[in-house]
């Protein structure tokens, strides 16, 4: 049934996405961004912020995204924001060249050091995954406030994990959304979990900052409990989430005195990244059906 649910979302008109997709996306302008951010941060937590969108094989386009991504910097100082931002490589022009790409998120983390900010590089399916760690430790290593994102699916993610740099290591890790092939995803449920868990311990043993992103109550408890036992201070771990998910653990978290920090999401592409969380998220495909079945008379 939630297979039918996900695979009908295309069908369900835009406008009854948009109500749902609202929980999950701040807006399409960075000043609505701000307002969830302060929210957020009113609540103890703190956030990464996005640009929706991808895959871009325009020029301007992938200019255009790496000039707001600098003026979000200015906007977070000024505004006193507890803020950093993600980034994906194919909005800034992966898909295009590999080094115009390198370039923007040069820029993008120059404009990060002047305040002493961090930029965050998401992770992609895995055709791009080579170059993003590629341009991922050649600006690492140049301007050290970069991190990466490691997808627990991923059958390479133990090697990916013992190449990372000695020193200023970033991780988030998380359990991977894309759809990708056996060969190179772990697919059982269990098995990602599993994954997951080892692959964080080897990041804990490596002294790598560890952002555990995660809504999977198993998994968080787990994490704590390793977190606890590997002594670490508050300032050098995190938990992530994503916006309008597990509110409640969040919140539970944030009493708990751990930082959290959750993913928000800007932009006017809400609707590709809507679809792809009601896709993770079959409950709120569910959500949207019977709201489309209710407005119908059905």
Not at 118 to 126: L, P, Q, S
Request: glycine share 8%; with cysteine.
């Amino acid at each position: 049934m939630s297979r039918l649910l996900v695979a009908g979302l295309p069908l369900v008109p835009k406008l009854l996405v948009g109500k749902v997709a609202a929980r999950y996306v701040a807006g399409e302008t960075a000043a609505e961004a701000f307002e969830v951010i302060r929210s957020l941060n009113q609540e103890g937590a703190l956030a990464t912020l996005d640009i929706l969108g991808e895959s871009v094989d325009d020029r301007s386009k992938a200019r255009a995204a790496a000039e707001e991504y600098v003026s979000l910097f200015d906007a977070i100082e000024e505004q006193g924001l507890d803020a950093n931002v993600s980034i994906k490589l194919t909005l800034l022009g992966l898909d295009i060249d590999e080094s115009f790409c390198r370039d923007n998120v040069e820029e993008i983390a120059v404009a990060a050091a002047r305040y002493g900010n961090f930029v965050r590089i998401d992770m992609e399916d895995h055709p791009t995954q080579d170059a993003t760690f590629r341009i991922y430790h050649e600006l690492q290593a140049r301007h050290g406030n970069l991190g990466v994102v490691l997808q627990a699916y991923m059958r390479r993610i133990l090697d990916d994990i013992a190449a990372l740099p000695a020193e200023g290591g970033n991780v988030r890790l998380c359990k991977g959304i894309y759809l990708e092939p056996r060969e190179v995803a772990w697919k059982g449920f269990d098995t990602v979990r599993m994954n997951f868990l080892a692959a964080l311990e080897k990041i804990l043993d490596g002294a790598i900052y560890p952002a555990v992103a995660t809504h999977d109550e198993y998994l968080v408890a787990a994490a704590v409990r390793m977190i606890d036992r590997a002594g670490l201070d508050r300032e050098r771990y995190e938990f992530q989430m994503l916006l309008g998910v597990e509110e409640t653990l969040r919140r539970i978290l944030v009493r708990q005195g751990h930082r959290v920090r959750v993913y928000v999401p800007y932009g006017r592409d809400w609707y590709p990244y809507s679809l792809r969380r009601m896709r993770e998220n079959p409950q709120v495909a569910g959500h949207v059906m019977r709201a489309l079945f209710a407005r119908k008379g059905f």
